[in-house]
Nanobody
């Protein structure tokens, strides 16, 4: 059973940057696809970014393309989300998730970390 713990959230001014980390325990992540999702107050959770098991493929929601970068360090069992040029609309709880390559749905989820962007 893989446990995921996010960190790195906080309060930042518009235009600033944050780097989120997702640390895994209870198992490695080298065979897992990793993803980041977010949920703003009153809204449904939305997909933000995903990265393949080897880091060779990444996908982003259109609203963050060019501003966010997902990456991973398999030996450290950690995934990252570098967020630049932050906007107030990026304010949300950010969740890390993981799934085996053979699965369609994300199986493992973190508890979330709050990101607040002030204008």
């Amino acid at each position: 059973q893989v446990q995921l713990v996010e960190s790195g959230g906080g309060l930042v001014q518009a235009g600033g940057s944050l780097k989120l980390s997702c640390a895994a325990s209870g198992g490695g992540i080298s065979s897992l696809r990793m993803g980041w999702f977010r949920q703003a107050p009153g809204k449904e959770r939305e997909f933000v970014a995903t990265i393949s098991w080897d880091g060779g493929s990444t996908t982003y929601v259109d609203s963050v393309k060019g501003r966010f970068t997902i990456s991973r360090d398999n030996p450290k069992k950690t995934a990252y989300l570098q967020m630049n040029s932050l906007k107030p609309e990026d304010t949300a709880v950010y969740y890390c998730a993981a799934r085996p390559r053979s699965d369609v749905s994300y199986k493992y989820w973190g508890q979330g970390t709050q990101v607040t962007v002030s204008s």
